[in-house]
């Protein structure tokens, strides 16, 4: 491989966040021999490598709402987890018909889960609202939800943890029928076919990065910069409701207090790891993917590794700090810099002779 080669691989936009998964991997090969080990076990596989794929399936959908709020607005929605707990709570309050556990459905399994995602997009408008409109930071704006939303969660269930006992409803976080691959992995990967499709054949992605950049300047041009952002909060409110039903039917249950819990914290990282600026403007779909399956396999390595559940986060983000400088653009220039001084030492030296 020449030196052009190997530059145009290394300037490509998903080559660190490649990367960087690709480390976390090799470390898990180090501690845990049989990491890519995969068996057939009772009908359906097992192994670390299906556990980080299928565990970070919810966190891969937050990631794409993530990625669309901070491209539009140069923000970040923090109050994701508390979503998906709402619609979680929609969700088993419709299906179980206020009861607190039930063996059968008291209503259309499509029904709930329609209802659950729109209340969701509903949370998502709201946050929408604040940002686009009255023009609140979209930290301070989402902290309402990210404060209010469990609570809101805890009302939907009467402070119940709604238990639906109904194979059905189980799919979505288990398996469907004899299928030996997890169902959460086949509905990130559709709900990532989707997204990309509508912004690769719409005008979308476009409209989006042109308002991250430049707000001003696109509404000059004649684009609605409100709506979009508005758009992209909405987006990201359906995803994190999705993000919750598949949650919700892995336990079975409606757990306000648990469901989504940290999750937006690893969302942002996601989107950081990707590769993607935090302040708006240009974004990798594709990047902040790669990023949440970067998270859940350091998650998953730390747990293999036997760290305590509190102690998870101290080292996750000395991990994810070291990967973020080596990403970001001051220590690259600084790179380039050094680069440049030790070639032109070289010449020197070179033309003394």
């Known amino acids: 491989m020449n030196k052009d080669t190997f530059k145009n691989i290394t300037s490509k936009r998903l080559f660190m966040p490649i990367m960087c998964l690709v480390i976390v991997l090799l470390a898990n090969v180090i501690k845990t021999p049989d990491f890519f080990k995969i068996t057939l076990e009772n009908g359906v596989l097992s192994g670390y490598i299906i556990i980080v794929i299928n565990r970070a399936s919810e966190l891969v959908i937050l990631a794409i709402g993530m990625t669309l709020v901070t491209a539009a607005s140069g923000g970040q929605d923090i109050s994701v987890g508390a979503v998906m707990a709402v619609a979680a709570a929609v969700c088993c309050q419709i299906l179980s018909g206020g009861e607190v556990s039930v063996d059968s459905l008291a209503s259309p399994l499509i029904i709930a889960i329609i209802a659950a995602i729109l209340a969701a997009a509903l949370c998502g408008a709201f946050n929408g609202f604040l ?51 997890p169902t959460p992995i086949f509905l990130a990967i559709i709900v990532i076919i989707i ?63 648990n469901i989504g819990l940290n999750l937006e914290m690893d969302a942002i990282l996601a989107v950081a790891l990707g590769g993607n600026a935090l302040g708006g403007g240009r974004f990798s779909l594709m990047g902040s993917v790669i990023g949440a399956y970067t998270i859940q396999a350091l998650t998953t390595t730390l747990y293999a590794m036997n760290v305590k559940a509190d102690q998870l986060p101290v080292y996750k983000a000395v991990v994810v700090i070291i990967i973020v400088i080596l990403q970001s653009p001051v220590f690259k220039k600084m790179l380039a810099n050094q680069k440049a001084k030790k070639t032109s030492g070289t010449t020197a030296t070179e033309g003394g002779k």
């Not at 979209?138 to 469990?150: E, K």
């Open 131 to 181: 940002v686009a409109r009255l023009g609140i930071q979209p930290m301070v704006a989402t902290l309402i939800l990210f404060t209010a939303g469990r609570g809101i969660a805890q009302l939907i269930t009467k402070g119940q943890i709604t238990y639906i006992r109904v194979d059905s409803y189980k799919t979505f976080g288990g398996y469907i029928g004899k299928c030996p691959i």
């Open 195 to 257: 997204v990309q499709l509508v912004l690769k054949k719409t005008a979308l992605g476009l409209y989006i990065e042109s308002v991250g950049i430049n707000g001003t300047a696109s509404r000059l041009v004649g684009l609605n910069s409100t709506l979009i952002k508005f758009l992209t909060y909405v987006i990201c409110g359906a995803m994190a409701g999705i993000a919750g039903v598949i949650a919700s039917s892995r336990i079975y249950s409606a757990d306000a207090n």
